[in-house]
DNA sequence: GCGACGATTGATATCGATATCATTTCTCCT
DNA sequence: AGGAGAAATGATATCGATATCAATCGTCGC
């Protein structure tokens, strides 16, 4: 009976649409009365919000984001992306022009270098008139930024900060336990000497990733040296350095857990230059199931993000603190995503 | 005074713009009129048509593409893409967003794997209702797609192919004179004794590149052995056999051009495993210049290709062959795109 | 010089929602 | 009971374009 949901989402070949006023007369109502309901207007009577939510329930409703347009003008919604390499972009980008499509708000996607002040595109969003911004790491933890937009009126939306400022609606994971997930992992495979390449430290997921390591290993009572933590920077010439230094340790550990794939590339590279199998003779993981985690061999094993998802949802929170008269903190949330630990062939138990 | 009424209506600071009817009054015709010069409405006399146009020009005006939806819906583009992983599908997708959010289309983009038949992914975007769709290699190849497509009224426009056919719209960029641009360059640099890593043969543009490579060699009378031009299929994987292959051999080459960066990257981690430096020992040299290509160290030297104005290209194509009535060849084009050698740190002249 | 017919143009309705203002209904206070 | 003010709802105009149909203008054949 009941068409599929998805039908109505693609309005392919001119489907007989439910508008807004099929819903009211349904319901009994004015349209006025039914656009209010759709917009959480304060003063509907519980009565009237009832009977046009159970219509729009039955009719199968779903607001034509395009009409909705030619009036309020479209939700700009600015999206800061930092490294245009090697990370997540690519189902970032899926999964935020997807949602930006069934919403009906455009996007406006700015590059931006920590170098030549971040501020710079901010401000360059803002004069665009962008009504809210998707922050990437370490631009959501940076209160000048956040002063800025408050400055402008401008809603922050920060992804994938391990500590999201308390006022500030954040889409993030737990790094802390996906940290701990993978710890875990190699602890159960029976790895005792485990050493970490650290992120770059101005990232707050960096060190909540090494607290998440630290901590599970010393619930499990294994020490950890501090020549097996070492420094990185999220890149993968970063990962080279560590990789040769852990590599040349007189004891050397057998396993090794970068904080990202970038750098557990590298040290998957290093490996291979010195002659040393892995998995069979060094374990290698690492963090953010980005492209290059299963395009090196052997591929690794390493923490999914649901990125395409997660970028969905602060494209969704944007669009509509971008469309609210902010200062309405009932809108504000932190969404966290699930993590999946993703296990691939750069792990196994350690040799004899 | 300064403001206008109707600004202060208007939530945050939209410009004036200009709209239809602003046109027609200035050329003093009605708006009917404009609409019609617009979309290239056939009986419309020069006369006002110049008029029209200068009016446009003169106002700067651009059509409202969300008003224009209300009534003819949105015109909807499919795009499938095959690998998630590795290839420049971030910039494709930003090139491809960026102008659908432009001109006001819809994207749907699908995904598609070479095994469980792409026709399935096809006959759900015909479904879903586009009038044109993207086409990466090797699906622009297929005779079966384009049939498919072709029964159903559905436009296809091809990206990155080599070979494209002729009645079908086509972006892409001169594979031959890319690979060429890169022997030379090899050549330049002194090089003699260069290997190649060949493509996966199913798509147009590994055969192109390899023809690119060996037209420039022979015209610079350097001699091709067999043993110089090894198997290949576009991933880091099947670069990891070819780089052992070609590295293993007695006279080892000085150069090695890889059909694509992914595999360019694995014979870099090759070459660094044995001890073979690059670039002093080695030249290496990718193509496509995706994300890999600046990660890895030393950055790989690489043809690039504008992806993301490609893609903005083929979008607005697409999106042009779906909002007419098809049959229309004078909207069927091909264009080319420009190439760029990019330099980096992975070639060097070759070793005293 | 008349009608036919195609070329050209315009008036008006419409798409599906929101903005605005008017109107009705409810509270609560004096 | 009267009435002020807030809550709740509806009528109508509007956004910027296209669809539709009717009206005008030529020009050509007879």
Redesign the interface.
């Known amino acids: 009976m009941g068409r599929p949901a998805w039908e109505s989402l693609?309005?392919?070949?001119?489907r007989p649409s439910v508008t807004l006023h099929d819903v009211a007369k349904h319901a009994g109502v004015s349209s006025m009365t039914v656009s209010r309901v759709i917009n959480d207007y304060a003063f509907i009577s519980e009565a009237a919000r009832a009977k046009v939510l159970k219509s729009i329930d039955e009719l199968g409703y779903r607001p034509n984001a395009?009409?909705r347009?030619?009036r309020?003008?479209?939700a700009q919604v600015g999206v800061l992306y930092s490294n245009?390499?090697?990370s997540n972009?690519?189902?970032f980008?899926?999964g935020a022009?997807?949602k930006a499509?069934e919403i009906g708000c455009?996007?406006l996607?700015e590059p931006t270098a920590a170098h030549p002040a971040p501020a710079r595109a901010v401000v360059k969003l803002i004069e665009a008139?962008v009504?809210a911004v998707v922050l990437p790491p370490p631009l959501c933890d940076d209160p000048k930024i956040l002063k800025l937009l408050a400055a402008a009126g401008v809603e922050p939306v920060s992804f994938t900060t391990a500590r999201p400022s308390p006022g500030v609606t954040s889409v993030a994971i737990d790094d802390f336990a996906g940290a701990a997930m993978m710890t875990r992992h190699l602890i159960e495979l029976g790895h005792v000497d485990i050493a970490f390449v650290r992120g770059d430290p101005t990232h707050s997921t960096a060190t909540r990733r090494e607290e998440g390591f630290r901590a599970t290993m010393a619930q499990a009572g294994l020490a950890v040296p501090d020549a097996h933590v070492v420094e990185g920077a999220f890149?993968?010439?970063s990962g080279?350095t560590a990789a040769r230094q852990l590599l040349g340790l007189r004891r050397r550990p057998s396993a090794i857990f970068a904080c990202n794939d970038?750098m557990a590339a590298a040290v998957?590279?290093?490996a291979?230059?010195?002659?040393i199998a892995v998995p069979t003779e060094l374990s290698i993981a690492g963090f953010d199931d980005t492209?290059?985690a299963?395009?090196?061999?052997p591929q690794l094993t390493t923490i999914h993000q649901p990125i395409a998802d997660m970028a969905a949802t602060a494209v969704e929170l944007a669009a509509g603190l971008a469309r609210r008269d902010a200062d309405d903190d009932r809108s504000r949330k932190h969404v966290l995503a699930d993590l999946t630990l993703m296990v691939r062939q750069s792990t196994a138990s350690p040799a004899g």
Chains 1, 2 share one sequence.
Do not use: C, E
């Open positions: 693609l309005s392919g070949k001119r395009v009409a347009a030619t309020t003008g479209v245009p390499n090697s972009l690519s189902a980008l899926m022009f997807r499509g455009q996007l996607i008139g009504g890149t993968y010439r080279l970038d998957s590279a290093v291979h230059g010195l002659g492209p290059v299963s395009t090196i061999w």
